[in-house]
């Protein structure tokens, strides 16, 4: 309602009533202003009601809602279903126009307004998690590995002799797909042991370059974010190496940006370095449906470059997920969001390290990691021969999602190349173990059921192993797919 509209309403009702009803509408647009004045996260999440009045407020802007629009177009933004309509609170024309994600959208003022807006409050977002010179991000409706591949089909115009990249190995397909789909040749960094971690081999990392030569490579492609006992990658001295021979550098920062740690490398890393850009995942990092992710990076220009690569108009789905995620929480739910995580960490580490303890193994030292942890499987092995895998199964049957089972010796071929103890970012690790990570949004009760249940699977299995040894058969568990586990 405008001014006019409330000066009606007091003809019809009380007017110290409508004088307080349009009062109370200005602390809704109160807040709006602020957010369009500053495009920065509100500091306090907003409710629904004024979530839902700014995004009728968008939508209507747009020629779909307008009520004296005629199309006749081939993209009007017509949808068949109310729920369809509904679910995208009207918002149908998406965002970006034919060749630039990030332009703005002639028919669409309040969907391009809302890309703007996201991208703006996600820079926000990025900068107080610990990014603090981020210079400019955008919203992609494509997950981490295909906006990768983005980033490096962009690099392609800048270097165009170039086919190589290099990159320290991490087991995670799509990371080795993201270069193959892009075109290129990724070169394998095989990782050091150190203690229990495994950590990026610089030197190994800078022959590579000597052979290769500078101009031959297109990228460094490291990994933030990553299953223990693998690390992240050295950032700040792949970093100094990338500057120093001229060779750009993404980022995966795939579940980074809820890691203090990981983004304080990523910011350390552009201070004392080069990184290009880092990508980061929607889901994995802000709690919405899988489908999005952020390119950002340090130079405006350069993500400007890429963003204007994504070839036509996209889905403004995963912007606005996003968008409403955050003003719900605001920056400091967001935030407490991020506390209670690293406090589920120390929770984890602790009943891990003594559940390991109780059934003879350990928790692998790996303090770099801030967000995956791992259990050596040593003695189960021991024990029983396939009772590594049985685990995997019956963690996957039993319902506890996400602890991975890693076997040594696996060998997996991912477009051509093979990998040698696949799934354990190394060639040689010296054993096979459990995985679980606390990553944003884990709970008390879900690490406490988790610890339950992983006691039983590993009570049932050396009681049946020990069976086994003497003739009987395997528990049904034993028989279950493997397969069916992620
Ligand atoms: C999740 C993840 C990916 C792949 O992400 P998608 O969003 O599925 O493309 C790549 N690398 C790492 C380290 C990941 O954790």
Not at 267 to 274: D, E, I, K
Not at 398 to 427: C, D, I, K, W, Y
Request: a neutral charge; charged letters at 20%.
């Amino acid at each position: 309602m405008n001014t006019e509209n409330f000066s009606l309403s007091e003809k019809i009702v009380s007017s110290s009533y409508i004088r307080q009803g349009s009062q109370a509408r200005r602390g809704h647009e109160q807040l709006i202003r602020v957010l369009l004045e500053q495009g920065k996260c509100p500091e306090e999440g907003w409710n629904e009601s004024t979530i839902e009045l700014f995004l009728s407020e968008l939508a209507v802007m747009d020629s779909n809602n307008f009520l004296g629009n005629c199309g006749v177009g081939e993209r009007e933004g017509r949808v068949a279903s109310g729920l369809v309509a509904r679910r995208h609170y009207r918002l149908i024309h998406g965002i970006g126009r034919s060749g630039d994600i990030a332009a703005v959208q002639p028919k669409a003022a309040g969907s391009s307004l809302l890309n703007k807006l996201t991208n703006s409050v996600v820079l926000d977002i990025l900068r107080q998690a610990g990014v603090r010179s981020a210079s400019s991000c955008f919203v992609v409706p494509m997950a981490t590995g295909m906006s990768l591949t983005l980033c490096f089909l962009t690099l392609r115009h800048r270097r165009p002799g170039a086919r190589y990249i290099l990159w320290p190995r991490i087991d995670q397909k799509s990371c080795f797909k993201a270069m193959v789909t892009a075109g290129f040749e990724p070169i394998v960094i095989e990782n050091i042991l150190e203690g229990d971690e495994l950590r990026t081999d610089l030197e190994a990392m800078q022959k590579k370059i000597e052979e290769l030569g500078a101009e031959n490579i297109l990228c460094v492609h490291s990994t933030t974010s990553c299953f223990a006992p693998r690390v992240p990658d050295r950032l700040e001295e792949l970093a100094v190496i990338c500057a120093k021979h001229d060779i750009p550098h993404v980022v995966n920062n795939a579940y980074g940006v809820q890691s203090s740690k990981c983004m304080h490398l990523i910011q350390q890393g552009a201070r004392v370095g080069r990184i290009d850009a880092f990508v980061q995942s929607l889901d994995k990092n802000f709690l919405v449906p899988v489908g999005g992710a952020i390119i950002a990076g340090f130079d405006e220009a350069f993500v400007k470059e890429i963003s204007k690569m994504y070839p036509g108009r996209a889905s403004a789905s995963p912007s606005l997920d996003v968008l409403i995620t955050l003003l719900t929480l605001g920056a400091s739910g967001y935030r407490k969001l991020l506390s209670e995580r690293k406090e589920m960490y120390s929770h984890l580490t602790q009943e891990l390290s003594t559940l390991a303890q109780q059934h003879g193994e350990r928790l692998l030292h790996t303090p770099h990691n801030p967000i995956s942890l791992a259990v050596s499987l040593d003695g189960l092995q021991a024990h029983s021969d396939q009772a590594v895998t049985q685990l995997g199964s019956m963690l996957f049957t039993r319902q506890v999602s996400g602890a991975r089972v890693v076997p040594l010796g696996a060998v997996q071929e991912v477009n051509g190349h093979t990998f040698r103890g696949f799934m354990s970012h190394s060639e040689m690790y010296p054993c096979p173990y459990l995985n679980a990570a606390s990553a944003i949004g884990v709970t008390r009760g879900d690490v406490e059921l988790c610890i339950k249940r992983l006691d039983k699977c590993l009570k049932s299995l050396r009681k049946a192993g020990s069976a086994g040894a003497s003739g009987e058969t395997a528990p049904p568990s034993a028989q279950e797919d493997q397969g069916a586990a992620p």
